[in-house]
């Protein structure tokens, strides 16, 4: 009786260690994948300094995210959401080079989304610098798509996973001082996320 209770717990620990194996497994290929997804953001980070360096364009690079901040004054008047003609040229030289980068084929089955995101000062209610904020981004992703230097297939990747977001203040830029800097505040910035 104590031989046949002892073989029900063998098997039973037979079961437990071969079903650890499997979740073991599954946990090294999960890992795995996270360091690929973490290289790949690494190297877009990377090409994406080089080739606007390159490009003798003034765009920072966020080297922990690939974020990068353009300065919304040279954007918009205050207040309003038509693209200058600064910003238009700015654009006409900093999208290529960024799609260049986000499109190149070890990436292009990596890319989840591109985010172009509106952000305002405090000035004014939350409210109208949402409309504000989501105008801007709004215009900033047509003007994008309607570039003639993009090819056909570029605006239909671009169609598939570009998208606007207006942010309002929510997201305000501080000095050293702690006190806002509202001119910093005042910004548009691309961002791209992996998928997952």
């Given at each position: 009786e104590l031989q046949a209770v002892l073989a029900l717990k063998q098997a039973d620990l037979d079961a437990a260690t071969a079903k650890l194996a499997e979740q073991q497994l599954a946990l090294t290929s999960q890992a795995k994948r996270i360091e690929d997804l973490i290289g790949v953001k690494a190297n877009i980070i990377q090409d994406l300094s080089a080739s606007l360096s390159k490009a003798n364009m003034k765009a920072t690079v966020d080297p922990n995210n690939g974020d990068i901040v353009l300065d919304s004054a040279v954007f918009f008047e205050t207040g309003k959401s038509t693209i200058k003609a600064e910003g238009q040229a700015l654009l006409d030289r900093f999208i290529p080079v960024y799609l260049d980068v986000l499109l190149r084929p070890e990436y292009e089955d990596y890319l989840g989304e591109i985010i172009i995101e509106g952000h305002?000062?405090?000035?004014?209610?939350?409210?109208?610098?949402?409309?504000?904020?989501?105008?801007?981004?709004?215009?900033?992703?047509?003007?994008?798509?309607?570039?003639?230097?993009?090819?056909r297939v570029q605006k239909n990747k671009l169609q598939q996973i570009m998208t606007a977001k207006g942010r309002s203040y929510s997201d305000l830029v501080y000095d050293a001082n702690g006190r806002e800097d509202a001119d910093a505040s005042r910004r548009v910035e691309f961002k791209f996320s992996l998928k997952d």
């Open positions: 305002t000062d405090s000035s004014g209610s939350y409210d109208n610098n949402l409309k504000l904020s989501q105008d801007r981004a709004l215009q900033v992703a047509l003007y994008c798509l309607n570039l003639n230097t993009l090819s």
